[in-house]
């Protein structure tokens, strides 16, 4: 029998009981629908985040302290300009870029916001914060400006929160007597160096307004990816010895951060994709009974159609092409499914964690969904098949 | 057409057996219109079913269109029913999912032939039963004697030499049962060979040959009916 007649009955059939039909392809849908949007939004997410660090893989950040992550950052002080350039001597080191960071008011229009003052070389801040730094609007500070700073999205908003303003770029604001214009919008929060509600600024504007000399933080680029790790421990060692302390200076690299985010979505990734395929086994399950009942049913139909010449393939054939069309539907409308949730759920995941996340939609994932529902079909579909293929003629036809 | 000998049939195996065939010698030629007669139990559709490969008997040797059925797999009487026996049940048995245009089409789809040319053929065939003006129409829209003419569109749908009918038209009232009856013996005239089980007096009339069957076995041996006529 051609395979067209076979859909072509598989269809009168499925047609004539729609409502069964539905339920059952409504729980491949479900599971399919979920495999799909998980897939899509883990892999978009990892997509976004690598963007963000892009450039930024070789920089290893140097703090004054011990950091226990999330929690506490127990400091031991500051570094020195001096402390930078010992830095820059270790092998496998290209380059250093010494960072101040001290809390500060930010005043407007006779209102005070607390911010975070993040000076550096101007043209360090390219350089060194590489992808993290993703113009909305504006541009960078000017070599050789004084007056200037660059602020993120979420720091304006929070800004405006505290100044009850429409802060915009060519606003400036008043740090202990000295004003700054906002010249450049961030895209992002630098969240690879942990706090938002930071103001970047060119760091002589930064020692005139907080009066102090304090490196908080270095960056330090290297030229060997490789060796990473081991760079990492010079660094913590020469610091350590130099402050006269033990294993305080805390430097990590965004490599390894990076490594942990992928860990960490890989793992919630399987731990909810198992939950999906749960849901498909269920939906198989589903199928497994609706046939099974399908063909007690139509047991007297069986025994016509042997009667009239089908043979038992022709009969395990019809019931696997209706199994694996009722999958393939749900598998359909899953995919689908599975696309609209991704995009919602991406305007909300843009919308709170990672501003502008474009959606990866790989034709693997589409046609992954597809085959996943058939194949479970399929299986499914096997035991009924084989049970009504096996039935004889005579016997089926005297069922009523 | 058709050399059966000593068919037996024995249901029940175990505590309990019934004879449903006794050892029954059984010959048709080819072109022939047989007529067998009985009173129900007395094994007649047993035995028309063991004729046309929808049960296997429990001994004896059949051959059909001389193709000796007794060791054939399942697969291959699959193959004979679809190819050289049309089946004419009493309650028509069409599927009914599917219009009367589609069922007459199924035993050509399951021979994997040609769509076109298949319903081309099936409509030709409902044409030929007077059931033109019906063939999107589904089994359950249709009469008793519309659905039969529909089954018998069906039976003839793989051109087969041997057309086999269990009281066919034993749901039928006299009228249409007449028609269904007229058919049978034109597809007989075009070189058909005809076996019914009937308890219709006018298909005794339209017969060849008319055998009475009683306890699995038929009442006088056939050889002497067949001198009779």
Known sequence: MRILNKIRLAYRNLKEHKLRSFLTLLSIAVGIAAIVSLIIIGQSMVQAVGERFEGTVDIIRVLPGHVIPGRDFV????????????????????????????????GYEGRFAPVELMGGDPADIGRFLGGAVQLKEGRLIREGATRE????ASTLKHLNRWLEAELKVGDTLTINGVDLTIVGIMA?????????????????????????????LMLVRIDDLARVDEIEDQIEELLDERHGVTGLTTATSVEGLLGRVETVFLIIQAFVIGIAFIALIVGGIGIVNIMLISVIERTREIGIMKA?????EDVLYLFLVEAATISLIGGLLGVLAGVAISAVVSTFISGFIIADMPLIIGPDVL????????????ISGLYPARRAAKMRPIEALRHE | MIQATSITKVYGIGTIEIRALNGIDFNVKQGEFVAIQGPSGCGKSTLLNVLSCIDKPTSGTISIDSIDIAHLSDKALAKIRRDKIGFIFQSYNLIPTLNALENVMLPMMFAGKDNNKTSERAATLLEMVEMQERMKHKPSELSGGEQQRVAIARALSNDPLLIVGDEPTGNLDSKTGAAVMKILTELNREGRTVVVVTHDPAVAGTAHRVLQ???GQFINNQSEQEEQT
């Open chain 1, 75 to 106: 400091s031991y002080g500051s570094f020195t300009e001096e402390d930078g350039e010992a830095v820059k001597e270790i092998a496998g080191v290209a380059d250093v870029s010494s960072w101040m960071i001290e809390i500060a008011e930010a």
């Open chain 1, 149 to 152: 700073a660059i602020v993120s």
């Open chain 2, 213 to 215: 069957m009683k306890d």
């Open chain 1, 367 to 378: 046609v992954g969904g597809l085959i996943i529902a058939l194949v479970t079909g399929i």
């Open chain 1, 308 to 312: 009239i010449g089908a043979t038992s």
């Open chain 1, 188 to 216: 992002y929060d630098l969240a690879a160096l942990d706090v938002s509600h930071r103001v970047l600024l060119p760091k002589e504007t930064a020692r005139e307004i907080t009066q102090s000399d304090n490196v908080m």
